[in-house]
């Protein structure tokens, strides 16, 4: 029987990501599950999830009953589990990618538990596809202090985390965000790539919210492609800076987030400010949603791409009130059909 991709995975970490003492609590990881499960759109439901390795949902340090258990939790609700984030910060016992041999053996030693993780999930059939994602664990503030030092050093980390990705037959995503140095602007993050130089195994992961403010030059000014004074009504210059940032990045992306955005920047928490995340349905949202993950989806000639087998939904610093109703999971997941009705295919 023919299935149908990509295949439509749910965030789980909205849940925690913004969260915390200064902040909302932290929504466990079975609610998140079941509000993921429950969730319906004539018939269709998610496919899968995305996990965040961090406490209270997944340790970091899980030994393998832990590791069973999670998988046996996530086939109880009749998903799948895709692209995993490897806690990479100094807070939660990583290190700065471009820090001392002290901070980035922390770094790597994060990616090697993750992808420990990662791999034993896929050897347990509950993980047919996904990545494990990273950043630079340090801010675009700290980066600016030595652009090129800095910008070799992470390289230098992202180029030993492969190492350690390949042995445990995983690949690393990139996440491109504006609140991590280095990686704070398409340009950046593409000489980033291009430094690490392992196209087979570090890769960039994409967010629909993060890459529009890419394209507005947030923490990176020189690199803005749109016009400061942008009239969003006119999406033609949009669609333009779309194409340029896609045709730099898409060959380097293994991951691929939907999102709205309204093009300001949010922090919650101890969070740093990024994109702001939008429901679907957010009148202030600047992206034609559907159309506009075909720059991802699809080629230069408009061809899909097929390069992933699962796309996912990122609902960061979402306010837990929104994350509690079931409405907005099944607006959500309305709006994941549509791109997938948009750019899927059959096997």
């Known amino acids: 029987m023919s299935e149908v991709f990509?295949?439509?995975?749910?965030?789980?970490?909205?849940?925690?990501?913004?969260?915390?003492?200064?902040?909302?609590?932290?929504?466990?990881?079975?609610?998140?599950?079941?509000?993921?499960?429950?969730?319906?759109?004539?018939?269709?439901?998610?496919?899968?999830?995305?996990?965040f390795l961090f406490e209270p949902h997944t340790s970091i340090n899980a030994d393998d009953?832990?590791?069973?258990?999670?998988?046996?939790?996530?086939?109880?609700?009749?998903?799948?589990?895709?692209?995993v984030v490897a806690p990479v910060w100094p807070p939660t016992g990583g290190g700065s990618a471009m820090g001392n041999d002290e901070e980035r053996a922390a770094f790597l030693s994060s990616v090697r538990k993750s992808c420990n993780i990662a791999s034993r999930l896929r050897q347990l059939g509950i993980r047919p596809n996904g990545i494990v994602r990273i950043d630079s664990a340090t801010s675009p503030h700290d980066w600016a202090q030595d652009p090129s030092g800095n910008q070799k050093k992470i390289a230098a980390t992202f180029k030993q985390a492969a190492v350690i990705a390949r042995d445990h037959g995983e690949r690393l995503a990139a996440e491109g965000e504006i609140c991590w140095g280095g990686m704070h602007s398409w340009k950046y993050m593409l000489e980033l790539l291009e430094l690490t130089d392992e196209p087979q195994t570090v890769g960039f992961q994409a967010d629909m919210a993060h890459t529009l403010l890419y394209s507005m030059g947030y923490n990176a000014p020189e690199h803005r492609i749109l016009p400061e004074a942008y009239d969003w009504s006119d999406r033609k210059p949009l669609?333009?800076?779309?194409?340029?940032?896609?045709?730099?990045?898409?060959?380097w992306t293994f991951d691929f987030h939907v999102a709205q955005n309204d093009a300001t920047v949010k922090g919650a928490g101890s969070h740093d400010k990024t994109g702001r995340h939008c429901l679907p349905t957010d009148p202030n949202g600047k992206l034609n949603v559907a159309h506009d993950a075909g720059y991802w989806l699809r080629d230069a000639s408009g061809q899909l791409t097929k390069a992933f087998r699962h796309i996912c939904w990122d609902g960061c610093m979402f306010t837990n009130e929104t994350l509690m109703q079931q409405e907005t999971w099944n607006s959500i997941l309305a709006t994941m059909i549509s791109v997938r009705d948009a750019h899927g295919w059959t096997e």
Do not use: C, Y
């Open 6 to 51: 990509p295949k439509l995975h749910n965030a789980m970490w909205p849940g925690l990501v913004g969260k915390g003492p200064d902040s909302e609590p932290p929504i466990d990881l079975d609610t998140m599950l079941d509000l993921t499960a429950k969730a319906e759109v004539n018939g269709t439901r998610f496919d899968g999830v995305d996990l």
């Open 65 to 83: 009953d832990t590791i069973k258990a999670l998988a046996d939790k996530v086939a109880a609700k009749a998903l799948q589990i895709g692209s």
């Open 239 to 251: 669609e333009a800076a779309l194409t340029q940032m896609t045709a730099a990045l898409r060959p």
